[in-house]
């Protein structure tokens, strides 16, 4: 008989097709309703709010349904990427989108059974706070900010958090007990009993202290307190020490293909 209890993969395949559902449903999104693929974008030029997911093409059809699904995202002229997994990658696929231009970065895809609690080792002066719904502001801030983006881009989207569901998302930052000032920030992200962490982030000035490892420590014991029995992250090369440290394993990598408009 074959076993009911799914792999690590496919957890992690899971979460992540749960995660863009619900992103390309904020209303700060525009999405269009495609058989095949989730797909949402801003007029944010951030490539993580032009997105193209969940994807499941049959080869025979990849020459003509990957066009269809870039030529919008080309018009609009801003950063976009189409993320793809084992479950949801081809090699007529990534060979469409090499020739489409697109480029691709790997990035572990990885996973950990929520057991037992975990010391997070929050830095001296430093304290993890929970951001209640209809107050998000600091958290969009701070991820934007690691992304990259200044306050004047982002400033129409710090409300994005609000818009989901706070029963099934939670939002960390890491603050100064100075000043109360955020130092980093973090997304959970609950499907049935596995959630997944997103944007985990640190501010420039406050990098290099650990605030990676006590954002993640903090939001799995809050996972395991509520009933979670598995956590499932993107790492990045800033967190993949911390994730490691704290238990996470790689499931696989996971490939997004990126465009920009200098391509």
């Not at 792999?7 to 619900?22: K, N, R, S």
Request: net charge negative; aromatic share 8%.
């Amino acid at each position: 008989m074959r076993d009911l209890l799914t792999t690590p993969m496919e957890t992690i395949e899971a979460d992540l097709a749960a995660f863009h559902a619900a992103v390309s449903k904020s209303p700060v999104f525009t999405t269009s309703d495609e058989p095949d693929a989730t797909v949402y974008w801003s007029h944010l030029p951030l490539a993580a709010c032009n997105v193209i997911a969940t994807a499941r093409i049959a080869s025979a059809d990849v020459p003509t349904r990957v066009p269809e699904l870039l030529e919008p995202f080309r018009q609009r002229g801003l950063p976009f990427q189409w993320v793809t997994t084992p479950e949801t990658t081809t090699p007529a696929l990534e060979a469409t989108l090499a020739q489409a231009g697109l480029t691709p970065h790997q990035a572990p895809a990885m996973h950990v059974n929520l057991e037992h609690p975990i010391d997070p080792l929050t830095p001296e002066h430093v304290y993890i706070d929970v951001a209640w719904p209809d107050h998000t502001e600091p958290a969009a801030a701070t991820i934007f900010a690691g992304l990259g983006l200044s306050a004047s881009a982002s400033a129409s989207h710090l409300g994005f958090l609000d818009t989901l569901d706070p029963a099934d998302h939670q939002f960390f930052v890491a603050r100064s007990m100075f000043t109360g000032e955020p130092q980093g920030a973090g997304s959970s992200h609950r499907r049935d009993g596995s959630v997944m962490f997103g944007n985990v982030t640190t501010l420039a000035q406050a990098r290099g202290r650990g605030i990676e490892h006590a954002l993640t420590g903090t939001m799995m014991n809050r996972a395991r307190e509520t009933g979670a029995g598995t956590a499932t992250v993107i790492g990045t090369d800033s967190t993949y020490q911390a994730l490691v440290a704290l238990g996470f394993r790689t499931g696989f990598e996971l490939v997004t293909w990126g465009w920009t408009p200098e391509d």
